[in-house]
């Protein structure tokens, strides 16, 4: 039940971006750029987790990580080696 209701809101809310990127003429600029900024956030992650500066910390490449870079740019690398160290 509770994954049909999962599914359902991001089937709605996929709808719902789909009609603001389209609606708001945005064009495919922006995908260019969110890629971009997408690979620089894998690639700066990937070279704190194998430069060899901080050895005991590994950041993980998964979405969230991702999502958090790329959004953030580098604050967002030293926001996530903050909170490793601190949590972890």
Sequence with gaps: M???IA???LF???VILMLIVFRK???WGWLSLFGTHLILAALGIYLVNFSGLITK???PLNPATI???TILGLPG??????LKITLY
């Design 67 to 69: 999502g958090a870079v």
């Design 12 to 14: 709605l809310s996929v």
């Design 7 to 9: 599914i359902g809101v």
């Design 57 to 59: 910390i590994y950041l």
């Design 77 to 82: 690398v030293i926001m996530l080696l903050g």
């Design 2 to 4: 509770l994954r049909t």
């Design 25 to 27: 003429k945005l064009g």
